[in-house]
Nanobody, 128 residues
Framework: QLHLVESGGGLVQPGGSLRLSCAAS????????VGWFRQAPGKEREGVSC????????YYVDSVKGRFTISRDNAKNTVYLQMNSLKSEDTGVYYC?????????????????????WGQGTQVTVPS
């Protein structure tokens, strides 16, 4: 059973940076695509970024392009989300999730139903 654990959230001022980590155990991520999702209070969950652990193909939603960078460390079985120039609208609980895609499916990038394994989430707060 694949188990995902997020860490690295916290309170940061606007313009600041955080790096989130998603550590996997129980199974290797080599044949998965790992995505980061977030959910703000009173809002629906939205996809933020995803990466193929196999070849590093990555996607971002428009609102984070140029500010967030997703990466993976094969040796550590871990995916990272470097978040720079944070804004208040980036506030939310950030979840990592894994889909059984060798490379991301462009037609289903942010479909939560495609991601079968989820972490417990980590809170990111950027005050306005």
């Amino acid at each position: 059973q694949l188990h995902l654990v997020e860490s690295g959230g916290g309170l940061v001022q606007p313009g600041g940076s955080l790096r989130l980590s998603c550590a996997a155990s129980g199974f290797g991520l080599n044949y998965y695509t790992v995505g980061w999702f977030r959910q703000a209070p009173g809002k629906e969950r939205e996809g933020v970024s995803c990466i193929s652990f196999y070849d590093g193909t990555a996607y971002y939603v428009d609102s984070v392009k140029g500010r967030f960078t997703i990466s993976r460390d094969n040796a550590k079985n871990t995916v990272y989300l470097q978040m720079n120039s944070l804004k208040s609208e980036d506030t939310g609980v950030y979840y990592c999730a894994a889909a059984e895609w060798l490379t991301p499916d462009p037609s289903s990038l942010w479909d939560g139903d495609e991601y079968l394994h989820w972490g417990q989430g980590t809170q990111v707060t950027v005050p306005s």
